[in-house]
């Protein structure tokens, strides 16, 4: 579990949720960083590709910059407990059928069990207090041999340990979840998934050393993910990144949950190795 209690969930998703949560000026810098978007959308792909598949559902796809990011053959889908946000990502992701709805309570109206080749989760499950029953809802929405992408902030990352409580996972009030890495693995073998690959995005919450110029430590820190971001690398160790990315598989055949094999804490295995 996290090494300090965890805040509080939002009471509303409306537009004041937005603007207090993500100031304007914040939002552009960070809506600036299209890279990020890309690189999830090409990891998306690359998955699709796998599943031999062309739908994708981003759930907590907030105001749709990842799904803007996908290519025009791909199939989008989002699902949005804001109908605030519900509504700007029809804009921003035109191409997009959005269903509002709280993947923690059960599994929206509308949305096909079973239907999607590949599920993203990314910076959602932090925000939940019951990131289990997330889990569980979103397996029952891949398709057998499809696949489920999430990112959480990594409680093993050095920057943590770097920046205590400035670390940015903390710097959230609405991060009620920070569970420790080995923690996500479990609960995504338990919902019947099986691990693939094991990851992260690197250190780039910089600053991270006071008497060490800031640009000089965006060389030394955010190089390894300024590379991996430009090609779609998926080789950045856990031990090195501020967020746990993996991505998990559907059985084939039906696998009891709690019974699905691979959960043990990696980074790579075998099978991802002779893939990638």
């Not at 978007?37 to 559902?57: H, I, M, P």
């Not at 990842?66 to 519900?86: F, M, N, Q, T």
Request: aromatic letters at 10%.
């Amino acid at each position: 579990m996290s090494e300090r209690p965890t805040g509080e969930p939002p009471q509303r998703f409306d537009a004041s949720y937005y603007r207090d949560t993500y100031p304007v000026e914040q939002w552009r810098r960070f809506d600036r960083h299209w890279w990020a978007n890309r690189y999830y959308a090409r990891l998306a792909e690359r998955l699709l590709k796998r599943a031999g598949g062309s739908r994708v559902l981003d759930v907590g796809c907030g105001q749709g910059s990842l799904l803007a990011h996908l290519k025009p053959r791909v199939e989008v889908w989002g699902i949005e407990v804001s109908d605030y946000a519900a509504q700007r990502c029809a804009v921003l992701a035109p191409r997009a059928r959005i269903v509002v709805g709280n993947i923690e309570e059960g599994i929206p109206e509308g949305m096909p069990e079973g239907g999607f080749d590949v599920l993203i989760a990314r910076y959602l499950l932090e925000h939940l207090q019951d990131p289990s029953a997330a889990i569980r809802h979103c397996a029952s929405l891949i398709r057998p041999g499809g696949y489920f992408l999430f990112s959480v902030p990594n409680t093993g990352s050095p920057g943590l340990r770097l920046k205590g409580s400035q670390w940015f996972g903390y710097l959230d009030e609405t991060h009620c979840s920070l569970l420790a890495p080995e923690e996500w693995l479990r609960l995504t073998g338990q919902s019947g998934l099986r691990l693939e690959r094991v990851f992260s995005d690197g250190l780039w919450d910089v600053p991270y050393v006071k008497w060490v110029p800031r640009l000089l430590q965006l060389a030394i820190f955010s190089l390894p993910t300024i590379l991996a971001v430009l090609l779609v690398s998926t080789s950045l160790p856990l031990s090195w990144g501020e967020n746990l990315i993996a991505f998990a598989r559907k059985p084939l055949t039906s696998t009891a949950p709690g019974d699905a094999p691979g959960v043990a804490m990696r980074e790579r295995s075998p099978e991802s190795r002779t893939n990638s």
